[in-house]
């Protein structure tokens, strides 16, 4: 059998808050899934006891009877819905025996039952950022252009954690600050902010965009990048993440970014477990700074410290491709660049150097006409022979020289003497 679905239609005529005096055995009123309930959305309302309650009843607000549950029904709970903003409001239950209709219980303890989505939703965000270091702090600012007198700051999953803010004006709208600090494992959690105003407590502003907090660790695992750091355009490239303890599972974050992860399974190789995060064919997007997580699937909200950055560079052809993503404010992610373009100019540098020194301009070469020069060059064609004065010029071309050496053509032999320990010592500028 179904619950019974409540409308806000009273039962009879108003009834007081509270059942005839004489009443102890009050019962529990819970809400399920949450007692912050999306606007159309429905509710279920439990009223439990480890009495044997025959009857239940559940008021709102000042006492105005909306329901009764009979018999093994009761058991279901009072399903509530789609609500409105007219089922915002505070709610208590109270229970009979079979056959004394006439004495109820004591009420529960009141439930307040929450409508959202009445208005806009405000923005939420972590500074310095969601990845909060154990022992650390971290600030929740939440905005909206709404001016909001109350924000509610709200943790999913748990129902008591609810934090009253008061609206402080900002511009044209409103804001407030929530701060945490020093964290602990128990501040991991997913987050929302919603708006309110005075007029209507229990109505609020639809959620905010859900916000992950994530406290962080000591131990940190390592990433690498196949083929490299340094990829082709359209090549495959994986990421490995991997460390010496057992994670379940590891988290590859893009530029730190929240929204910019990927998941993967823990899997035992060797003495270390590792997650491998195929990316496929690689392109000028890709280009950002990477860094991996791990987590244990007990404590989901707890993770690794970051392993150290790991900035993926693309390249189309022998053309680096940086994009508008090129890590600006940390000196090691500059590397890539720094170390070819130091090299480019140490190159030009000593080839300037060099050039200056084994190949001067044409203008600067001498004449030269030396007997001493030209006998020791000539004597190893024939030790007996005494040349006539000769002239040796040199001309450079490109850093290729020759030498010509010029005779009286009765006494110039057939093949031309050439000094082969200069030319190659010239040849090589």
Not at 44 to 72: V, W
Not at 247 to 270: I, M, N, T
Not at 296 to 313: M, Q, T, V
Not at 359 to 388: H, I, L, W
Request: glycine share 10%; proline share 9%; charged share 20%.
């Amino acid at each position: 059998m179904s619950p019974v679905v409540i409308s806000l239609t009273c039962l009879g005529e108003p009834m007081p808050c509270l059942p005839p005096p004489g009443g102890q055995d009050k019962p529990s009123l819970s809400a399920w899934p949450s007692p912050v309930v999306p606007q159309g959305q429905h509710v279920t309302l439990p009223c439990r006891s480890h009495h044997k309650f025959d009857t239940f009843r559940l008021y709102k607000d000042n006492g105005i009877l909306i329901s009764k549950l009979h018999g093994a029904i009761s058991q279901k709970g009072f399903l509530v819905g789609p609500v409105t903003p007219t089922h915002a409001g505070t709610y208590r239950c109270c229970g009979s025996y079979p056959g004394s209709s006439s004495v109820w219980s004591a009420p529960s303890d009141p439930l307040v039952i929450v409508v959202t989505g009445i208005y806009r939703k405000p923005s939420l965000l972590a500074q310095p950022g969601p990845l909060v270091k154990s022992g650390g702090n971290v600030n929740l600012h939440c905005c909206s252009e709404i001016v909001f007198e109350s924000f509610i700051f709200h943790r999913e999953g748990v129902s008591k954690d609810l934090w009253y803010l008061a609206g402080q004006r900002h511009h044209e709208g409103s804001h407030a600050n929530f701060s945490m600090g020093p964290v602990t494992a128990a501040h991991g959690g997913t987050y929302r902010y919603f708006g309110s105003l005075n007029r209507s407590f229990h109505e609020w502003s639809a959620p905010s965009d859900p916000l992950d907090i994530m406290i962080t660790g000591e131990t940190k695992p390592s990433l690498g990048a196949q083929p490299g750091a340094v990829v082709r355009s359209g090549e495959n490239m994986t990421f490995s993440c991997c460390s010496e303890s057992s994670f379940d599972v590891y988290h590859l974050s893009r530029d730190e970014q929240p929204r910019g992860r990927w998941l993967a399974k823990g899997q035992r190789r060797g003495g270390e477990s590792q997650a491998d995060f195929p990316l496929g064919p690689a392109h000028s997007a890709l280009g950002r700074t990477y860094r991996c997580h791990g987590s244990f699937n007990r404590s989901p909200c707890e993770w690794s410290g970051p392993s150290d950055p790991l900035y993926l560079s693309i390249t189309d052809g022998n053309r680096l491709s940086l994009g508008s993503h090129l890590p600006t404010g940390n000196p090691r992610h500059l590397h890539v660049l720094a170390g070819p373009l130091v090299a480019i100019v140490f190159l030009a540098v000593l080839l300037f150097f060099l050039t200056r020194r084994w190949c001067p301009a044409k203008e600067n070469v001498a004449t030269m006409n030396r007997e001493p020069e030209v006998d020791r060059m000539v004597s190893r064609g024939d030790p007996q022979a005494e040349d006539p004065p000769e002239v040796i010029y040199t001309q450079l071309d490109h850093c290729i020289s020759m030498r010509k050496k010029t005779t009286p053509t009765s006494q110039r032999p057939e093949e031309s003497l050439r000094d082969d320990g200069v030319y190659e010592e010239l040849a090589t500028c």
